[in-house]
């Protein structure tokens, strides 16, 4: 009996503890400009500086807000719009909700340098027709019509 207690003890305990690593914060907060919201602007997240990759990324919807669900712990929350000046700030994220709150992004004039265009080929397959058009020069085809 001691044997079925502790093992049933041990079984809830190790369910609790995997449940608190996969715990889940949300982070949520709104994009804006001088003249109102931002709608469609890049809001991502770095968890590791040294290689700065974009470990959870979403955009801004019709409102200026986002919404990113990501476990606990400390990142760089960065905000782009083009024509604005990138935007990043060290965040804490504990758990439950996180609400960074108004983000205003500064416009820039500074001129692009580089453009990156990203496309995927996708293979055409081409199919016969069926028929054929045969081109005469239109001064025959026009000495072969009479007038009615």
Do not use: C, W
């Amino acid at each position: 009996m001691k044997r079925l207690l502790l093992f049933v003890v041990s079984v809830f305990l190790n369910i609790a503890m995997l449940s608190a690593q996969n715990s889940s914060s949300v982070i949520s907060g709104e994009v804006k400009d001088s003249k109102g919201t931002l709608a469609g602007a890049s809001v991502f997240l770095i968890k590791d500086m040294s290689t700065q990759d974009i470990y959870q990324h979403t955009i801004t919807d019709d409102n200026g807000r986002f919404s990113i669900t990501v476990p606990a712990g400390d990142y760089v929350l960065g905000v782009s719009y083009v024509g604005y000046a990138l935007h990043g700030q060290k965040i804490n994220v504990t758990e439950g909700n996180n609400n960074v709150g108004s983000i205003v992004l500064e416009e820039t004039t500074q001129e692009l340098q580089t453009v990156v265009v990203q496309g995927k080929i996708v293979h055409v397959r081409t199919q016969p027709d069926g028929f054929s058009v045969d081109v005469k020069d239109i001064r025959d085809a026009n000495k072969q019509l009479q007038p009615l």
